[in-house]
Every structure is written in C-alpha cells, then in structure tokens.
C-alpha cells in the first residue's frame, strides 16, 4: 500500500479565510512533505517533517503554516493567502530503506487551491 | 549544488513505439537517488522507477526502464510499447540531504503525448 490521502481535492478561499488542508498516510512513514506547484511548473518544496518535528522550511511566508500532529497526519493552515498563492499543492512521504539513498517518496493526488 | 536538466518540452510518440525522454543531473555527491515520475493532468505524481548512485543494472519497472550512465550523469527513461494513458508530463528527480532531512529536486518536465 503507497495511498497518500489529501482533503479537499480542490479549494477556493477568499484572501481573508483561514483553511486547512490535510494529508494522510498509514505506512509508517516518519518524513512527510509539503510541495507546492503551480501551472506547468515542476514541484517546489515548502516544508519537511522528519518524526514529526520540522527539519526544513523553504524560507516559506508565514501565512503557510504547517502542524504535524501525528506520525500519520500532515496538515497545511492557511491565513490571508494572495492570488499568487494559487496553485496544486501536493503532500509526499518517504519510505525508510537501507541503504538510505534507496528510499523514496510517494506523493498524494494534491489539493487544488485557488485564492480569490 | 545539484541540478536536473530535462532538455526535451515536448514528445510526441505512436502508440505501440518506444519513447526515450532525457534527464542529466549534476552533482558532486558520490550517493544519490534518481527517480522518474509521472504527473497526469489529474494531478497526482505517480512513482514510476528509481536508480541508486551505485546501483550495477539499469533499474526496470514493467515497461519502464533506465538507462542510467554515470559517466555521462545521465538518466533517460525509456518506455516501451507506449499507450494512450502514457500521455501525461514526466518528471525526473534527485534526491539531495540537508539538514538531516531529504528532499527531491526536480527537473522542469517533459510533456509525452501518444498519438493513436
């Protein structure tokens, strides 16, 4: 079983909403990823997770904020987004191997998110 | 610094042919991963193959497979026997480590469309 699983699908928010968007994933998995991607672009990172405390953040705005609660749970607050802001974000999670470098990520079906 | 250079837009392919998009990499890492995915326009990025830095064969998956020269850093992802749900764009990806934590850098994409 590789089942990342992202809610809402798709969402529109006005620029003063505050939302969140969620990633699951029962594998075990102890690193989880944000990424956002906008429009024939390729995926750029925002945030990594690494058992559950935050190991890299993409000098990303502060209207992102990211909480692992849980080992299974990602979730994505969002606070006073711009248009700009708009784009698939896409949640991932990284297997454990060894040797390390054999390790991989799969990724979620993504929320699309449009800011109004 | 590591970098993906995907060279190839766009690729146009007869259902049934083979199909070769391009991926080279530069890195001063003696281990890393390369991974290829595939993104169709629902939006999920779909896991297809992975190579490791000292991997002896080619990696092969189903119709997948690698072509992974070292000397050259290149890592070109042959599919065999292509189908109409192989149109979608393709992403190749390295993985790099900071910070105690991972994160996969991605090439800009190739869009693959297979014609009837």
């Known amino acids: 079983d590789t089942e990342v699983t992202q809610t809402p699908k798709h969402l529109v928010m006005g620029m003063t909403n505050k939302k969140s968007l969620k990633c699951e994933q029962h594998m075990g998995h102890r690193a989880m990823y944000w990424y956002k991607q906008k429009a024939k672009k390729p995926p750029e990172l925002m945030f990594v997770?690494?058992?559950?405390?935050?190991?890299i953040n993409e000098s990303v705005p502060s209207r992102f904020s990211p909480e692992c609660p849980n080992s299974s749970l990602l979730n994505l607050h969002l606070h006073a987004l711009q248009p700009e802001d708009s784009a698939l974000y896409l949640c991932?999670?990284?297997?454990?191997?060894?040797?390390?470098?054999?390790?991989?990520?799969?990724f979620g079906s993504g929320t699309q998110l449009s800011v109004l | 610094a590591q970098k993906i250079t995907q060279t190839q837009p766009g690729m146009f392919v007869q259902e049934k042919e083979a199909v070769t998009l391009d991926c080279t990499y530069d890195t001063s890492d003696p281990s890393y991963g390369l991974f290829w995915y595939k993104q169709p326009s629902s939006g999920e990025m779909i896991f297809l193959i992975y190579q490791g830095s000292y991997d002896q064969q080619n990696a092969t998956e189903g119709r997948y497979s690698l072509n992974f020269q070292k000397a050259r850093k290149s890592a070109n992802l042959v599919i065999s026997a292509s189908q109409l749900g192989d149109s979608a764009m393709y992403f190749c990806a390295m993985r790099e480590y900071r910070g105690g934590s991972e994160k996969l850098v991605f090439g800009k994409g190739t869009k693959l469309t297979v014609n009837p």
């Open positions: 991932a999670s990284k297997t454990s191997a060894v040797p390390r470098n054999r390790e991989k990520l799969f």
């Open positions: 997770y690494s058992y559950e405390k935050l190991s």
